[in-house]
């Protein structure tokens, strides 16, 4: 305890308060300096992150909007299709009944029907001949402006000599189980 009560030197004095400031240094850092920094890091993270995810939103709303106006120009030009609800064969049919009035001859081979979620894929071959490609054009354009969705696959177009023209074509009708009722012919769930 006499250590305590004496006076203590100069260098004593200097070395105590070198260690005094020493310490606060090091509590400073260990305590304060270092979480901050470690904050403003993570911080500095997450707003890198959300940059690239408000990057991401804004590239998919410009192509939102760039897919709406084409819709637009579609709609103005009156190429208008819907997605009907499910099942909607008849109209199908008879749509394609239409569509193919002017083919001298055709046939219509549908494959199973699939499902994702609540959309509905109506798959079909489709082979027919007209008297000249502008025919087979036409059938091919009324088939994917018409009003109800329909997408082109795979398709073979040849010519005879006489100016006859043949094609064989894969398509998909597109329909929706929103609206619709489903019954015992509904596919079940697909990752397709």
Known sequence: MDFLSREFT????ILIVFLSVLL??????RFLYRPVKQEIEQ???QRDAMRVEL???????????RMREELDRLGRIGYTSRMPSYNSSEAEISFLNDVLAD?????????????NNDQIRRNFSLRFTTYSYRDAEQILTGLTTGENR???????LSSS???DASVSVTATFFETL?????????????DR
């Open 10 to 13: 100069r260098t004593e004095k």
């Open 24 to 29: 606060i240094a090091l509590i400073y850092y």
């Open 43 to 45: 911080c500095n993270a």
């Open 55 to 65: 990057s991401q939103v804004q590239n998919r709303l410009t192509q939102l909007k």
């Open 103 to 115: 083919a001298n001859q055709f046939s219509i081979s549908f494959s199973n029907v699939t499902r």
């Open 150 to 156: 329909c997408l082109l696959g795979d398709m073979r």
């Open 161 to 163: 000599n006489d100016g």
């Open 178 to 190: 929103v609206g619709g009722t489903p019954d015992k012919g509904l596919p079940t769930q697909s």
